[in-house]
């Protein structure tokens, strides 16, 4: 499926939405204050999307999760791993991308690390902000 299908979203000030949001593309929520923006994409989406998440744990660690109610919506199909990033300032520097300020670039440093035949010991080797991984010719910063 190449969209996520959402049908009778009734979460908050929500009035049964159903909508297609596409797959590989940016998606972008507009609309006046009280709208159902956040509604739709931080109460429905990604609380569904975190529920799924929590599902997968063993009921031990369930128990220990903060409890989400389950967003009100009819259905909703498609959802994939999800990245949630709050709306505070985003405090980066030349070295930020999308991955470090998410912590995901430390997870796909630790794969490079463990699997497959890693040609480097250590994680920090995988990274180019680490100078045991960074491009020697423009250190790190991907100018060239
Ligand atoms: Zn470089």
Do not use: H, W
Request: one cysteine or more; hydrophobic letters at 35%.
């Amino acid at each position: 499926m190449d969209s996520l299908r959402i049908t009778g979203a009734r979460t908050n000030n929500l009035r049964d939405v159903s909508l297609d949001v596409p797959k590989k593309l940016l998606t972008v929520f507009t609309g006046v204050s009280g709208s159902g923006k956040s509604s739709l994409v931080l109460d429905t989406i990604a609380a569904e999307a975190q529920r799924l998440v929590n599902d997968s744990y063993s009921t031990f660690i369930r128990s220990r999760l903060p409890q989400m109610p389950a967003p009100d919506v009819q259905s909703m199909d498609g959802l994939t791993f999800t990245v949630l990033i709050d709306q505070r300032r985003f405090t980066g520097n030349a070295r930020s991308t999308v991955a470090t300020a998410t912590d995901l670039a430390s997870l796909v440093r630790l794969v490079f690390s463990r699997v497959g035949e890693p040609s480097a010991g250590y994680s920090p080797a995988y990274s180019f902000n680490d100078p045991s991984g960074m491009c020697p010719t423009c250190e790190g910063l991907g100018t060239v």
